[in-house]
């Protein structure tokens, strides 16, 4: 499908780790991104790779905790999330078309999956 497809979400205690996949025809051609959005907050930028997975980019927020990657061989991109705090909490979002940190600069976007961080 074209549309990204996420998973992997759910409900995991503070320092601990979750990895989210997201599945679509189109990730070996293109850039992909991760995305979050909190409880009455904008969406925000998590990380994003590029086509060949070469070149990686985070939000300082989870600079060395989440770790970005892909296997165009299954047309997935993963996000490793480790070390995982309260504030991580929040529906993130797999995004197609860009290597970028701006969410108009993707062209698909998945439904999103929920992550939950207790404390």
């Known amino acids: 499908q074209v549309q990204p497809v996420e998973s992997g979400g759910g409900l995991v205690q503070a320092g601990g780790s979750l990895r989210l996949s997201c599945v679509a025809s189109?990730?070996?051609?293109?850039?992909m991104g991760w995305f979050r959005q909190a409880p009455g907050k904008e969406r925000e930028f998590v990380s994003t790779?590029?086509?060949?997975?070469?070149?990686?980019t985070y939000a300082n927020s989870v600079k060395g905790r989440f770790t970005i990657s892909r296997d165009n061989t299954k047309n997935t991109v993963y996000l490793q999330m480790s070390s995982l705090k309260p504030e991580d909490t929040a529906v993130y979002y797999c995004?197609?078309?860009?290597?970028?940190?701006?969410?108009?600069?993707?062209?698909?976007w998945g439904r999103g999956t929920q992550v939950t961080v207790s404390s």
């Open positions: 189109i990730v070996s051609n293109y850039g």
């Open positions: 790779i590029t086509w060949s997975g070469a070149n990686t």
């Open positions: 995004a197609a078309g860009s290597y970028s940190s701006r969410s108009k600069d993707y062209a698909s």
